[in-house]
């Protein structure tokens, strides 16, 4: 412990340190009754941040929301589903290609939506304009940043996904009545996959194209091999492990059975809920770690 | 007497083995204007950001309003308003909006933000930039929003990070009238800038800081008659020939300083002392007599000049 005479004010008088600790002061009682609020609700004035930001681009929210479900069960579901269901006797398991693709269509939309939210506004936040730095120079905590980041996420997720499900009930692609927890199901495998890509975004300091390398290594190779649009055994032994490791092959099955009652084992569902919410949860806390690092430099 | 609402105690930030502040102490009174004066590198951006509760001290005490930034950030930084050095106004969103988004972080009801925010678009003089986007604004204009920003949860202190350094000199002046109309207002201000006119036309006190340590402590005034003479001399002879003329210069004035362009004689009375230099028979091609400066004063406690 210093002397607290040594101030370069010399005979200025210090208050007693241990009023400091129980912040006696009128200074210090009123900053505390101001931090009140932002401490507990902080989260969700970021997110209200975001939901301000997605309004500039509601426009293309909206196309893409309710054009990309369109087309990719019309096209999957239905074009592609002629050939199809006459050549790999689906039928067989009592559901069409339509059917058994839509929940993979669904979950993969929600992978794409949550690769959007969570890698360029993550980097933007952080280094190109850096708005995290300037809510944190107000009473906003990095971890609630990145809280904020993720309510605003997943009420963009489930929006999304529900419009697609909507689509899907119109297509006649849902024939369970368990169906509405696909909604759930594919919101939680956009977040499994998000708050990881989210967790490397916010270590990106110098952008050299990582990001789209992200999408075109990662993110494009799952959507393809994660038993989309045929089922993983399909595969040769050597890919299938991109199938386990693979957050949209949980959910995409997992989906699938809640859609049209998939003929799983019960231990393979608890696998993938299990496999999902461990990302996501995992994802999430290293972002809040990196977030506290790089924030309180 | 009242408790200062900023007390540092030996503060001290080390990033490895490099001490970025290597123990400041300074008391801020409320209502007071302070400011920390030095050169690029210093510490004085370190020290800004310790007092914003965004960095943690690596030793020292520091007290803001009466509590420790390690333990109460979100509530001392609550009764902040932070001007930082590089603009980080939200470039995704209109002007108004940013005043808007800002004041929400603080928990402020939506009515009371909406208020203010049309206040301080006034203060700022951005009346009828509301609906502008951010990148439309000039510099200076950012740097107003960016201070209206800083305002909207009405602040106990203001903490301004060289707050006009690469404005031109009319938005500069701009900025200092509203600072100066915030200090009329009591409101407690504390800047860093490496401009000496900046520190003397804001600061009623201020510490000048160098390689992490304080140099000195005082009103502008006070430092500039601890530090340096009442009047400066200063006389160019040519870059080539100032070396040579500066030794028969010796012992004019109170002290002779010599750079690389011209040569500066601190003196009480210049226009007495550059009679003398011209009877000695030297023959400056330019002259010019001025006040003391801080930049003086800089000059003087470290040898170097604040802007090189």
Known sequence: MSDPRRSSRGGAAYRDPVVTENAATDDARQALAAGARPRRFGAWYVAEHRFRVMRSYGQTILVTGFGEPLIYLYAMGVGLATLVDQNLGLEAQGVGYLVYVAPALLCSAALTTATIEFSYPVLLGYKWNPTFSGMHAGPISPGQIVDGLVISVVVRLAATVAIYFGFMLLFGAVPSPTGWLAIVIATLTGMAFGTLLMAYASTIRDDTGQLAMVERLIVLPLTLFSGTFFPLSELPWFLQWIGWISPLWHGTELARVATFGYPEPIWLSVVHVVVLVTMAVAGWAWSRRIAARRLAS | ?308
């Open chain 2, 1 to 308: 007497m009242p408790q200062p609402v900023i007390s540092a105690v030996d503060l001290v930030k080390r990033y490895g083995d490099v001490a970025a502040v290597d123990g400041l102490s300074f008391e801020v009174a409320a209502g007071e204007s302070f400011g920390l004066l030095g050169p690029n590198g210093a510490g004085k951006s370190t020290t800004m950001r310790m007092i914003g509760a965004v960095s943690t001290r690596t030793g020292g005490e520091l007290s803001i309003l009466g509590l420790d930034p390690d333990r109460n950030g979100p509530d001392i930084r609550s009764q902040l308003g932070v001007v930082p050095q590089a603009d980080n106004l939200d470039t995704e969103l209109r002007v108004r909006e940013n005043l808007l988004v800002y004041g929400r972080y603080f928990g402020l009801p939506r009515k009371v933000v909406a208020e203010r925010a049309d206040e301080l678009l006034a203060f700022a003089q951005l009346e009828d930039k509301g609906d502008a986007k951010v990148d439309a604004l000039s510099g200076g204009m950012k740097r107003r929003l960016t201070i209206a920003r800083g305002l909207i949860n009405d602040p106990r202190i203001l903490l301004l990070d060289e707050p006009t350094t690469g404005l031109d000199p009319q938005a500069r002046h701009i900025l200092w009238d509203r600072l100066f109309r915030l200090k009329e207002q009591g409101k407690t201000l504390v800047l860093t800038t490496h401009y000496m006119d900046e520190a003397e036309q804001l600061c009623d006190r201020l510490i000048v800081v160098d390689h992490g340590r304080i140099m000195a402590e005082g009103t502008p005034a006070e430092l500039i008659r601890r530090y340096s003479s009442r009047e400066v001399l200063e006389l160019r002879f040519g870059s080539d020939r100032n070396e040579e003329v500066a030794r028969a210069l010796e012992g004019s004035g109170d002290r002779v300083e010599v750079l690389p362009d011209r040569i500066l004689v601190y003196t009480a009375d210049g226009e007495a002392e550059l009679e003398r230099i011209v009877d000695a028979g030297l023959h400056p091609r330019t002259s010019l007599v001025r006040r003391s400066s801080l930049e003086d004063v800089f000059l003087r406690l470290t040898g170097r000049s604040l802007i090189e």
